[in-house]
């Protein structure tokens, strides 16, 4: 892995872990959101897995 790599990884870890209630509400659900067009083929049983695992 690349040195610029990781400390981007870091980076975007440690503004995360800092982040608000309201900001991880929307980090959530742009991810669920790219996840789920990610998997839109099986969409049905991966998709309920992570609605789960975010407890959304």
Known sequence: MH????Y????VLY???FCD???WSV???CFVYFF?????????LQ???V??????
Not at 51 to 56: A, H, K, V, Y
């Open 36 to 44: 789920s067009h990610l998997w839109f083929p099986c969409v049905s």
């Open 15 to 17: 503004i995360v872990s």
């Open 51 to 56: 609605l789960f695992l975010f407890g959304i």
């Open 3 to 6: 040195t610029h790599t990781l």
């Open 21 to 23: 209630l309201r900001c």
């Open 27 to 29: 980090f959530r659900a």
């Open 47 to 49: 998709y309920k897995w």
């Open 8 to 11: 981007t990884l870091i980076h």
